[in-house]
């Protein structure tokens, strides 16, 4: 049994609320992007253990999970989407999805999840030293996947409409360009890219058109990562597909190798989340606060309940 300290609200909890988010049946208790601490000794955790848990409940048998792709197990149940989550003092998580998160805050360690979604379309992509990525989008996932780009040694371009989250990217994130969205996106990359374009592509905009224009982002031989999950169809024209050989790839959730990069790259910090959690309440006050934060003209990047 967990007591839940710090829930951080993700844009799966903003989709579920406006029942734009797919796998969800109502009613449902959202949270999982979550840091807790252990109520009740078990096994090898004791009470007071500060841990993350990781919210894909995997069947741990099946062959995608045996070649540890337990992020995208046939039968997973992700807490706060497929099963209820953490916003609630109590509540049980199997002891194989906790991770010990010693030397960190509350608050960093319920960024761990978030974070480590960008974490693994980073590693999905195979991003090289050098080489150009962009990524379309620059919410909590976006910016995850900028700060692990470019960790991963990548000439990062961030892509968005919204000119406070491109300065954010350009001033805290230290990103190497910046494309406004509502220009022509194509001509931008052209130019930033001496011509070629990005070899690797990230979408983590969440809107079905911004998905469908990425493919023309993507530089000959290069890589389209769907950070972003819809609920509806994605269509792309097959003559630049095949013209360029371009790859497309999906990213769900993460792995526990994940989390451990980004844990470590907390500990050590190479990410500071101080300007990236920008909104913050009590429990209490989260029915009066939730719909406020889905806004985001309020400024906000991510927002973090405290109980």
């Given at each position: 049994m967990?007591r ?16 734009k ?48 792709k ?9 807490l ?14 199997p002891?194989?999805?906790l ?14 999840e ?16 050098g ?17 692990f ?72 031989g ?38 451990n990069?980004?844990?470590d790259?907390?500990?050590e910090?190479?990410?500071d989340?101080?300007?990236?959690v ?5 429990f ?13 003209s ?10």
């Open positions: 967990l839940i300290r710090r829930v951080g609200i993700c844009g799966t909890d903003f989709h579920a609320f406006a029942g988010q797919p796998y969800f049946k109502y009613p449902r208790i959202l949270g999982h992007e979550l840091s807790a601490e252990v109520a009740e000794s078990s096994g090898n955790f004791q009470e007071g253990d500060r841990v993350v848990p990781v919210p894909y409940i995997h069947c741990g048998t099946c062959p995608t999970c045996l070649c540890g337990t992020n995208c197990c046939p039968s997973i149940r992700t706060g989407v497929h099963t209820d989550g953490g916003m609630r003092e109590l509540m049980p998580v002891e194989k999805n991770m010990r998160a010693d030397g960190l805050s509350h608050e960093q360690v319920a960024t761990v978030c974070l480590a979604i960008g974490a693994h379309a980073v590693n999905r992509a195979g991003l090289e030293a080489q150009w990525a962009a990524i379309a989008g620059t919410g909590p996932i976006g910016i995850g996947t900028l700060h780009a470019r960790l991963a040694g990548a000439r990062t371009i961030a892509i968005d409409i919204n000119p406070e989250r491109l300065d954010y990217c350009r001033k805290i994130i230290g990103v190497d360009a910046c494309v406004d969205g509502r220009e022509n996106i194509v001509d931008q990359l052209r130019e930033i890219t001496g011509g070629q374009l990005p070899g690797r592509v990230f979408d983590a905009t969440g809107v079905p058109a911004a998905m469908e224009a990425a493919f023309e982002y993507v530089g000959h290069g890589r389209l990562i769907l950070v972003s999950i819809v609920k509806g169809s994605i269509s792309f024209a097959d003559p630049l597909f095949h013209a360029r050989e371009m790859t497309v790839m999906s990213s769900r959730n993460a792995t526990k190798s994940d989390f990069l980004v844990m790259t907390l500990r910090g190479k990410i989340i101080s300007s990236f920008t909104h913050r309440c009590q209490d006050e989260i029915i009066s606060t939730f719909d406020n934060w889905s806004n985001p309020t400024g906000v990047i991510k927002g973090m309940v405290s109980l």
